[in-house]
């Protein structure tokens, strides 16, 4: 019996650093896939379209130039048009930690626009990228004195 005691114990100790590892490596994922979101982010918001766009997929960038040479701006600016400032509200990265979705909001004069966007780690290099962003219509706040 003390055999099987030892046995069960380095089994439950030896799986219990793996988990460990798995769980930091996914929180480091998250935490590099969530600072390329807000460069790009930031680059939008900043009217840096051609950095923005340097931060995505050539797939994603393939697609915007095929509905016209200035879709990265046109996405962005409309998004962020009016914009003061934006947040990330929640974020999750998929199990085998190769794709991330955030989603927020930018706020401003006109009320919010949420947005969701999503960044994807290349097969080739390693690197995140954005691939995929949408943002919905502004909505104006309600006004939180009553009136």
């Given at each position: 019996m003390p055999f099987r005691r030892l046995l069960t114990w380095m089994l439950v100790c030896g799986l219990v650093p793996t988990a460990a590892r798995g769980e930091d490596a996914k929180t480091a994922e998250l935490a590099w896939a969530k600072e390329v979101a807000t460069d790009f982010l930031s680059a939008g918001l900043g009217g840096n379209y051609a950095s923005a766009e340097a931060l995505a997929t050539a797939e994603f960038r393939k697609t915007l130039h095929e509905s016209g040479p200035t879709s990265i701006t046109f996405l962005l600016s409309s998004a962020a048009g009016g914009a003061e400032s934006w947040s990330i509200g929640t974020e999750e990265i998929a199990?085998?930690?190769?794709?991330a979705v955030f989603r927020g909001a930018f706020r401003g004069k006109k009320g919010e626009a949420t947005f969701s966007l999503r960044v994807v780690k290349e097969k080739d290099g390693g690197k995140w990228r954005v691939s995929f962003f949408a943002a919905d219509a502004w909505k104006e706040r309600g006004d939180?004195?009553?009136?």
């Open positions: 199990p085998d930690k190769d794709e939180k004195r009553g009136k």
